[in-house]
């Protein structure tokens, strides 16, 4: 992708700006120019090189619509970098790649040269997921594979695992990367709003209805993401599976059928089965989007990342510059839960990057509070699980087994007893026996059974295993 490249002094003056980046903002002559008198609006406050400027850190991967004193509207993603000068903040250098889909056609604002709306609008690629874990290498893989392929594809995991990187690196990695790429969040959108976004309107439909595409067309041989799929009102997955098996759109308010060439990349917080069993995922439905499906592990189940993602997070936030960590402050990041992922580790990282000391050192004193009150909590929930009874749970499954073998045992005497029924059996005693010595504390007993929470419960349900009891 072709990179944009600027640089303002101390002063706020413009001193270089590539060939590219004169493209993509429609400027001729910038050399010289006080960049308040090249972006509007002049509000100094709202010009992120001047907040740069300012503050004498980075700032990375800005998603930013703007608008130049010459008429040109574009979205840009851009990295800004202040520039020191024997420690002295010397002026900002900025590196930008145009975002694709350009919205001047909506706003009636006519170019003076034309260019492609098609171009690539995904941040990330497999270069972004970070990790050497087994079970997230193995998922990148199938990813990766996947990708060549036009094949719907279903992403599962729990807030913050990076399943949209997923489906962002997928397009990129596929034949439909110089098209658009398409996000749609199921559950930001009103659902008396959903369908005119997806399918379109045509003039008349309702109040102000004009002839508007919507955001199927508009990823015409490209990609749409839906994600938090589950929140999708079940009426309007029907309507979505007629397009699927047609490869056609119907605008609201109009008879005329339009031909899409639209791959779908969804994705849900929630295992789907889960979400097919509870009534909020239709099972037709979740069978043609789950052609191919990927589940991304959360983070405490692949600690040995950890690491490696600190790193990286460090890397991208500080522009190189060296910054060490604590023993003890990566120690606790090693040890913490991370229900909210690697989200939730690029902002603590970044929020300790901030506070950091003079030495450059992540320690104690740099951590978030936030964090440092997670941690005790997580620490103190843990504890409340002693080591005996840890023991105890793992003599239960032991025992557990023999129950099996006894029913293998009762197989091949030729007692009516079907596999499933056998493992049902197995399953549950387990968890009943894990329950018992947790008194019932769900989170405790997911914990030693190497399960979340929401995963136990779904088991639990569906075993219809009665937890009142304990």
């Known amino acids: 992708m072709s990179i944009g490249v600027a640089v303002v002094d101390a002063e706020g003056i413009c001193r270089y700006m590539n060939p590219i980046q004169q493209r993509i903002d ?83 604002i006519r170019r003076n040269e034309g260019r492609s709306c098609n171009k690539p609008q995904t941040l990330y690629s497999f270069n972004d997921l970070v990790g050497k874990d087994q079970v997230l290498v193995a998922v990148i893989e199938a ?51 959903l369908e005119s976004i997806l399918f379109g309107t045509t003039k008349g439909t309702y109040t102000d209805a004009s002839d508007k595409p919507g955001l199927f067309e508009e990823a015409n041989h490209g990609t749409i993401l839906l994600d938090e799929l589950n929140s999708m009102p079940l009426g309007l ?30 994705v849900l917080n929630q295992h789907p089965l889960e979400a097919v069993q509870s009534g909020v995922l239709r099972r037709d439905f979740f069978y043609r989007l789950a052609v191919v499906s990927l589940a991304v592990p959360p983070l405490r189940e692949r600690r040995e990342d950890i690491p490696l993602l600190v790193k990286s997070v460090v890397a991208k936030t500080e522009g190189g510059n060296p910054v060490s960590i604590s023993n003890e402050a990566m120690s606790m990041f090693m040890e913490y839960h991370w229900p909210g992922n690697v989200r939730e580790l690029e902002h603590v990282i970044e929020g300790s990057l901030a506070m950091m000391n003079e030495e450059r050192s992540i320690d104690l004193n740099s951590l978030p509070k936030h964090f440092l009150e997670f941690y005790q909590k997580d620490r103190k929930e843990s504890a409340g699980v002693p080591v005996e009874q840890l023991s105890e749970a793992a ?76």
């Open 26 to 108: 429609g400027f001729d002559q910038v050399i010289g120019k006080h960049i308040t008198n090249l972006y509007v609006p002049h509000d100094i406050k709202c010009i992120p090189t001047i907040e740069c400027l300012q503050k004498g850190r980075p700032i990375l991967r800005m998603v930013y619509t703007y608008k130049t004193t010459n008429n040109f509207m574009t979205r840009t993603v851009t990295d800004f970098f202040a520039l020191f000068d024997s420690g002295v903040k010397d002026g900002v250098i900025a590196f930008t790649s145009w975002l694709g889909e350009d919205i001047l056609g909506k706003l009636g």
């Open 143 to 193: 990813a990766r594979a996947a990708a060549h392929s036009s094949s719907p594809i279903m992403i599962w995991g729990e807030s913050g695992t990076g399943k949209e990187v997923f489906a962002q690196a997928i397009h990129a990695a596929s034949s439909r990367a110089a098209f658009p790429f398409v996000p749609v969040n199921c559950a930001a959108i009103p659902e008396t709003l």
């Open 237 to 266: 997955q029907a309507k979505l599976l007629r397009v699927l098996q047609e490869k056609r759109v119907r605008r609201l308010g109009s008879s005329e059928e339009i031909s899409v060439d639209v791959r779908i990349i969804s």
């Open 395 to 470: 003599l239960i499954i032991e025992n557990n087994h023999r129950e099996l073998y006894y029913d293998y045992s009762m197989i091949q005497r030729g007692a009516a007893v079907s596999l499933k029924e056998c493992m049902n059996a197995y399953e549950s005693s387990c968890i009943n026996n894990v329950l018992r010595i947790t008194g019932g504390n769900v989170a405790k007993a997911a914990r030693m059974m190497h399960l979340t929470p929401a995963g136990l419960r779904y088991r639990i349900k569906m075993l219809k295993i009665d937890d009142s009891f304990y």
